[in-house]
């Protein structure tokens, strides 16, 4: 298949959002939460929550959300955060679509985050995943990147 990386437009909010919540099933912490305590929090899903994160991100910071695109169709995506004062890059999201995994896009599109990074001057980059993700526990050392750290998620409901 024969994609290209390009910057993010506002016409790809809701395309992203799709890959996002088909992704993220299973293996974010929003979904985790609605398991362990039981359906709807607040009167909304998961999904809800999740897909809020992108708003997010490309509230904070739409230059560095980069897009991975074949045939005119959206097929995967990374956000990026910049943190020039700390020297950091943060990648808040990936994601690629079912039918485009296993060709290496989720691979190219962290090797575009991480050059847009240096571009920026940033001397180091941290990327996150749960136990529950067994693709970003592989995907993130052949990448580069060290595990640092494992943090415990505790929620109740009130």
């Known amino acids: 298949m024969s994609y290209s990386i390009r910057p993010y437009q506002d016409t790809d909010l809701e395309a992203i959002k799709t890959i996002t919540l ?7 912490l929003d979904h ?3 398991e362990k305590l039981g359906g709807d929090l607040a009167g909304h899903d998961w999904r809800w929550r999740k897909a809020r994160h992108i708003d997010d991100d490309v509230g904070a910071h739409a230059e560095g959300i ?3 695109e074949a045939e005119g169709e959206v097929i995967g995506y990374i956000s990026t955060v910049l943190d020039r004062e700390a020297g950091k890059g943060r990648i808040p ?5 079912v039918g485009a995994r296993g060709q290496g896009i989720g691979r190219v599109l962290i ?10 001057k940033l001397v180091y980059a941290v990327i996150e995943t749960l136990d529950s993700n067994p693709i970003g526990q592989t995907l993130y050392p052949a990448t580069g990147f060290q595990e640092i750290a494992r943090q415990v998620h505790y929620a109740q409901r009130l």
Do not use: M, W
């Not at 088909?22 to 974010?28: H, I, L, P, R």
């Not at 999201?93 to 679509?97: G, H, I």
């Open 66 to 68: 980069f897009v991975a």
């Open 22 to 28: 088909v992704g993220f099933t299973g293996v974010s």
């Open 32 to 34: 985790a939460l609605e």
């Open 93 to 97: 999201n990936l994601a690629v679509a």
């Open 111 to 120: 090797g575009h985050a991480l050059d847009y990074f240096r571009k920026e």
